[in-house]
């Protein structure tokens, strides 16, 4: 069984796809690190648990051995002042990186593991960027964190006075931003692709005053819709917003079908989950604890839906709808996407890690329309209407 997984593996994209259709094969196992069986889910809450792990992973040294990479800030400055955000946050993004990252792996059938590239920026700052590529389960998979400092260009700053921050425009202003960003495109069309990232953001305004807030949110596109999934994936975000505030989940919600929506298409990219930007109230401990919470629940939200799908048989008419669905996710990204219009007018952008977001293949036909009834036209009429799943 071992020696055919890993011939299948090495094999070429076509014939890997005969071969999955043809065998049929169903790997079980457990999600290693969530306590989910295979085909159980359950609500799990965060907030204590992000709270009493805070501090504590703070040691008198740092183990880097449970990242994927050292820090981008020496440890020794981390561990002198554990209670300044900007190193809370960075030991937050460090956990949620390395912690995705092995529970995808865990997935792979064939031990595929993620290339890790630590990097440096010469404006200041840094990141680590792991990409897993042509796994037997993930066809593109990446899992980024970044933590750079530098000088914001006119036009970024252009972009948030335009959401409301009171900056000057005219001159460039110190700024500082972490945050982990991950994308994966699964292999079986049957596993939707999920998208999360999370950051904290200062900025240094022209009196000397500084201006901070945190950002984020989760959301998933499936190629074929299940409702069970679909009301998993939402309820396990819901209960990470409600242990802070239940406005939270209905009010973040909205905006992410408001945000990721392709409006040349008049449809979403997905079926949403959370999103949302600008968070400075009630106060930065409590915005800090909110964003920990979400940043937990991407795990339980995503990885049991991996694990039920990944092994289900498809065909090569399933193959070109996830390719031009795939297709609809470059246009949204390329077009409308915020934090890449932001990546690419930073200077000394690291542009390999900026798009890792697109897939690998993608598709486009002309003026294509599934048939009435169908599987796909399930998925379009609810991405062309979105709706309520909690």
């Known amino acids: 069984m071992n020696a055919l997984r890993h011939t299948i593996s090495l094999a070429s994209l076509s014939t890997f796809q005969l071969l999955r259709r043809s065998k049929g094969q169903h790997i079980r196992g457990f999600l290693l690190g969530t306590g989910l069986g295979l085909t159980t889910f359950s609500v799990v809450t965060y907030a204590d648990a992000a709270a009493a792990e805070d501090h504590a992973k703070v040691k008198q040294?740092?183990?880097?051995?449970?990242?994927?990479?050292?820090?981008?800030?020496?440890?020794?400055?981390?561990?002198?002042?554990?209670?300044?955000?900007?190193?809370?946050?960075?030991?937050?993004?460090?956990?949620i990186?390395?912690?995705?990252?092995?529970?995808?792996?865990?997935?792979?059938?064939c031990g595929q593991r993620f290339a890790v590239d630590r990097w440096k920026r010469a404006e200041g700052g840094g990141g680590i960027t792991c990409v897993l590529q042509d796994g037997d389960v993930f066809e593109k998979a990446g899992v980024n964190i970044s933590v750079v400092t530098g000088w914001l260009p006119p036009a970024a700053v252009e972009q948030m006075r335009a959401r409301g921050k009171k900056l000057n425009s005219d001159k460039k202003l110190p700024f500082y931003a972490s945050g982990v960003s991950a994308v994966i495109h699964p292999r079986n069309p049957h596993v939707p692709t999920i998208h999360f990232n999370y950051r904290y953001f200062e900025v240094e305004t022209a009196k000397g005053e500084k201006q901070w807030w945190f950002g984020g949110g989760t959301d998933l596109t499936p190629y074929y819709l299940s409702e069970k999934d679909a009301c998993h994936f939402h309820q396990t975000l819901k209960s990470a917003c409600d242990e802070h505030d239940s406005t939270y989940y209905p009010r973040f919600k909205k905006w992410c079908d408001d945000y990721f929506r392709i409006k040349h298409r008049n449809e979403s990219r997905g079926i949403g989950g959370i999103f949302f930007d600008d968070i400075d109230?009630?106060?930065?401990?409590?915005?800090?604890?909110?964003?920990?919470?979400?940043?937990?629940?991407?795990?339980?939200?995503?990885?049991p839906l991996v694990r039920n799908n990944k092994n289900r048989e498809y065909g090569a008419n399933e193959r070109q709808w996830q390719l031009l669905r795939r297709g609809r996710y470059v246009e949204f990204?390329?077009?409308?996407?915020?934090?890449?219009?932001?990546?690419?007018?930073t200077p000394g952008a690291r542009y390999e890690s900026i798009l890792m977001s697109l897939p690998l293949h993608a598709r486009w036909e002309y003026m294509h329309e599934p048939s009435p009834k169908s599987e796909e036209s399930k998925l379009l009429k609810v991405l062309r209407n979105p709706k309520e799943w909690v």
Not at 281 to 300: E, G, H, L, Y
Not at 333 to 345: E, M, Q
């Open 61 to 95: 040294t740092l183990n880097a051995s449970r990242f994927m990479a050292e820090p981008i800030t020496d440890p020794k400055e981390l561990l002198a002042d554990k209670d300044n955000m900007r190193h809370r946050m960075e030991l937050l993004i460090l956990e």
């Open 97 to 109: 990186q390395a912690e995705f990252c092995r529970a995808l792996e865990a997935e792979e059938n």
């Open 281 to 303: 109230t009630p106060n930065q401990d409590s915005a800090f604890k909110f964003v920990s919470s979400c940043a937990k629940a991407v795990i339980p939200s995503y990885m």
């Open 333 to 345: 990204n390329l077009i409308y996407d915020r934090g890449t219009k932001f990546g690419l007018y």
